[in-house]
């Protein structure tokens, strides 16, 4: 690799992004063009709409990335995109424009695990973090506990067997009428309320095992909702959120203490959407630095979807010879490992 630029391109949901990256940590642009508001009134992302958003927005989001970047396509080493998961139809807009681009300029296609990127944008925020280390990945699909032994490998330790956390935080929203999306308006409003008032369910909390499932606490929540508009009891929203996202807190960090002591490293980090939460963040900071055990996570704007994380993913990919080729297809159901 002559330079070590990496094209990142991310379209996997309801963000158009494209970013340069130069040998896997340094950010010379980041562009996220959002469709967060054209989805708001529908509570939720529709496919189809986020399908020709990103059509229309990916042209100039590439322009914008690369002249931000001050350079041409011709200075690339390589262009890493996003194939999975996520949804079919902005994941073949960006995998297309990817292809393109490749075949121009004859330079590297790094097909790229859309969560695994979530992994990686820890070390563009923490530029001298390295292995060994536990990552937790929350996401709006995806919940997982994974060990580094060293960057570029992982071991799957656990992960969700049914719902992911984030989901359950949007349905929670949803039902509640809180708006979309779900995580940050719940994050904002437990403050107000008392994590101790409802006494919902830790899931696999007892059980010796990594693995998480929160489909029983989602149900947890939406009966107790049902109950109480049966009674024509008022339901307290702030206490009601904030007693679900205790219990999710919980559970969380219960799976990563177990993790550090049976690993025994000293560096947990956070990725994916759910990392932003403020409650999540403090619990696990102040439990392990009781083990002396530092915590790393991204700021806010890496913490959703970006491609910057995508193009650092790519620099590793393309340092231990891993290539994709033109038929690469779109992967929805994409997991990590």
């Known amino acids: 690799m002559e330079n070590g630029l990496i094209l990142g391109i991310e379209s996997s949901c309801d963000e158009t992004s494209a970013a340069v990256v130069k040998e896997g940590r340094e950010v010379l642009s980041n562009v996220v063009a959002s469709q967060v508001d054209w ?30 970047a001050e350079v041409s396509f ?16 902005g994941l073949l807009v960006g995998i297309a424009a990817a292809k393109s681009i490749a075949y121009a300029q004859q330079i590297p296609l790094l097909p790229i695990n859309h969560i695994e990127g979530h992994i990686y944008s820890n070390f563009i925020a923490h530029k001298d973090l390295e292995a060994p280390l536990v990552c937790l990945t929350v996401s709006g699909g995806h919940t997982d506990l994974l060990y580094f032994k060293e960057l570029g490998t992982y071991q799957i330790l656990g992960r969700t067997r049914d719902d992911a956390a984030g989901e359950a935080f949007d349905k929670v929203a949803k039902v509640l009428e809180l708006g979309y999306p779900g995580g940050p308006i719940i994050d904002s409003l437990v403050g107000e309320g008392d994590p101790t008032a409802i006494d919902f369910p830790r899931p696999l909390l007892t059980e010796d095992t990594y693995d998480f499932s929160f489909s029983g606490l989602k149900t947890a929540v939406l009966n107790y909702i049902n109950n109480q ?80 994380m995508i193009a650092s993913v790519g620099y590793y990919h393309y340092q231990q010879g891993i290539r994709g080729d033109y038929d690469l297809n779109a992967e929805p159901n994409l997991r990590l490992g």
């Open 39 to 68: 989805h708001r009134k529908f509570g939720g992302v529709v496919p189809e709409i986020a399908s020709r958003k990103h059509v229309e927005l990916i042209n100039p989001v590439l322009e914008q990335a690369l002249k931000e």
């Open 74 to 89: 011709e200075d690339l080493s390589a262009v890493a995109v996003t194939y999975g998961p996520g949804l079919v139809g």
């Open 229 to 308: 508009q049966q009674r024509g009891e008022e339901i307290n929203k702030a206490d009601l959120a904030a007693s679900f996202q205790q219990a999710v807190v919980d559970v969380l960090t219960a799976r990563v203490i177990k993790a550090v002591k049976e690993k025994k490293v000293g560096k947990v980090i956070l990725a994916g959407g759910v990392a932003s939460n403020s409650q999540l963040k403090a619990e696990l900071e102040a439990k392990l630095a009781g083990l002396d055990v530092g915590l790393y996570y991204p700021p806010p704007k890496l913490c959703t979807d970006n491609a910057a």
